[in-house]
Nanobody
């Protein structure tokens, strides 16, 4: 029904920047919110940033002031601008989208395939 395609990951040096993108496509739907999660080896997946269709945002304390989430509503695409990257940011980053269809009684959520971000000197 809904497919998410992530891009923008890679290898960067400490202090560098990356921009992750996540585009949702498929059947006609309405986006209620999108978020970015990350999972490092041996750790559980954690919420990094979230944005609603009304542009309300929230961030994990570990990334506040360094990461920015924003959305292009027309393209159903969410971005994560990551600045001042640290080795501790190394993880697989996953996009999540919350959607609903007209006339439905509830919503659904979908995950992207994940993209590797490695911060190393």
């Amino acid at each position: 029904q809904v497919q998410l395609v992530e891009s923008g990951g890679g290898l960067v040096q400490p202090g560098g920047s990356l921009r992750l993108s996540c585009a949702a496509s498929g059947s006609i739907f309405s986006v209620d919110g999108m978020g970015w999660y990350r999972q490092a080896p041996g750790k559980e997946r954690e919420l990094i940033a979230d944005i609603t269709s009304g542009d309300n945002t929230k961030y994990a304390d570990s990334v506040k002031g360094r990461f920015t989430i924003f959305m292009d509503n027309a393209k159903n695409t969410v971005y994560l601008q990551m600045n001042s990257l640290k080795p501790e940011d190394t993880a697989v980053y996953y996009c999540n989208v919350r959607v609903h269809w007209s006339g439905s009684s509830g919503g659904w959520h979908y995950w992207g395939q994940g993209t590797q971000v490695t911060v190393s000197s």
